[in-house]
């Protein structure tokens, strides 16, 4: 079993930044993989960014260039830090891990971004 644990949400204007972290309850050296997923009123979840274990990531084209995923193997946490926020990204994130052929899901943390 592998608990995960969002922070850092909030409310944001436009334009500005937040930082969300996920920590999770096992070493992260156990996981080939960790993403944060995002889901808006109304519309299905869907990927943000993913990080491997070596440190290589992908990011949805809708947040390229303003996020960046990371991973800190020693605090078994990853960081999604948020530049240039727009009301679209408005959603619950959500940390995701497969381990053991079993998908793991944090409880979501808000972030909200208005004037």
């Known amino acids: 079993q592998v608990q995960l644990v969002e922070s850092g949400g909030g409310l944001v204007q436009p334009g500005g930044s937040l930082r969300l972290s996920c920590a999770a309850s096992?070493?992260?050296?156990?996981?080939?993989?960790m993403g944060w997923y995002r889901q808006a009123p109304g519309k299905q979840r869907e990927l943000v960014a993913v990080?491997?274990?070596?440190?290589?990531?992908i990011y949805a084209d809708s947040v390229q260039g303003r996020f960046t995923i990371s991973r800190d193997n020693f605090k078994n946490e990853v960081h999604l830090q948020m530049n240039s926020l727009e009301p679209e990204d408005t959603a619950v994130y959500y940390c995701?891990?497969?381990?053991?052929?079993?998908?793991?899901w944090g409880q979501g943390t808000q972030v909200t971004v208005s004037s």
């Open positions: 990080i491997a274990r070596v440190g290589s990531s």
């Open positions: 096992t070493s992260i050296f156990n996981f080939n993989y």
């Open positions: 995701h891990v497969d381990y053991k052929s079993t998908t793991f």
